[in-house]
């Protein structure tokens, strides 16, 4: 069953915690990316990876960090430093690198912080 | 600045009624204009895709048509079912050059249908 998972699908934690989302693709897609969804607003890019051991920012990357050490794997870790970390989290692949490449989105984990 | 604007915000019909959802931008140039379909607490899933030398694209009950001078999109849906609520999202992909830029992202429109 080809796709995109995210993990968990609900999550919380305390305030000060660094927390890890995970985001898995089977699609042997190229390119990750990660944005973030509050309620009455668009889609937001954190960050994305258009190849392995490479990723660029963002428009709101502050207080996030990623890695991408496999094809297939891009986990984003929301930090302490993140001053409103309570969103809805989507993970993205598309099978180009590119930003404008069709991308196909994964269930998204939602956070919440308290 | 590039922008995405939809309007309503939200809508509320009966089942088997139509809808247009519409979408406005001030990207350009644009590569392509997209609509996604989001299930509550859901990913988006792409619904058309559409260049800007393309005026209408369909899938299914779903029928999107783009207005390149007038920086207009709408998305018709025909004979709605229940399963058609959600929220539906415009994206466009700006053109830089040859190369595309981020997506950018309208707020989308939730619609409701009622039995």
Same mark, same amino acid.
């Given at each position: ?37 509050? =309620? +009455? ?16 920012? +963002? ?25 409103? =970390? ?10 180009? =690198? ?8 994964? =269930?998204?984990?939602?956070? /919440?912080? /308290? | ?6 309007? #309503?915000?939200? %809508?509320?019909? %009966? $089942?088997?009624? @139509?809808?247009? !959802?519409?979408? @406005?931008?001030?990207?350009? #140039?644009?590569?392509? %204009? ?9 990913? #988006?899933?792409? !619904? ?5 030398? $393309? ?10 048509? &783009? ?7 709408? !998305? ?5 079912? %229940? ?19 981020? !997506? ?6 939730? &619609?409701?249908?009622? #039995?």
């Amino acid at each position: 069953d080809g796709g995109i998972t995210q993990s968990p699908k609900y999550l919380f934690r305390k305030e000060g915690q660094n927390v890890t989302l995970s985001c898995e693709q089977n699609l042997n897609h190229d390119a990750m990316y990660w944005y973030r969804q509050d =309620p +009455g607003q668009g889609l937001r890019l954190i960050y994305y990876s258009q190849i392995v051991n490479d990723f660029q920012k +963002g428009d709101i990357a502050e207080g996030y960090s990623v890695s991408r050490e496999k094809k297939e794997s891009f986990p984003l870790t929301v930090t302490s430093a993140q001053k409103n =970390p309570t969103a809805f989290y989507l993970c993205a692949s598309s099978n180009y =690198p590119g930003l404008g490449y069709e991308q196909y989105f994964g =269930p998204g984990t939602r956070l /919440t912080v /308290t | 600045k590039n922008q995405v604007e939809q309007s #309503p915000q939200s %809508l509320i019909i %009966l $089942e088997g009624k @139509n809808c247009t !959802l519409q979408c @406005n931008y001030t990207v350009s #140039p644009f590569s392509n %204009l997209r609509w996604y379909k989001q299930d509550t607490g859901r990913g #988006p899933v792409s !619904l058309t895709i559409m260049t800007f030398s $393309e005026n209408t694209k369909s899938n299914g009950r779903y029928t999107a048509t &783009l207005d390149a001078d007038t920086k207009q999109s709408s !998305l018709h849906i025909t004979a709605s079912q %229940l399963s058609d609520s959600a929220s539906y999202i415009c994206v466009v992909i700006p053109n830089y050059g040859g190369s595309q830029g981020n !997506l950018i992202f309208g707020k989308g429109t939730k &619609l409701s249908v009622k #039995p």
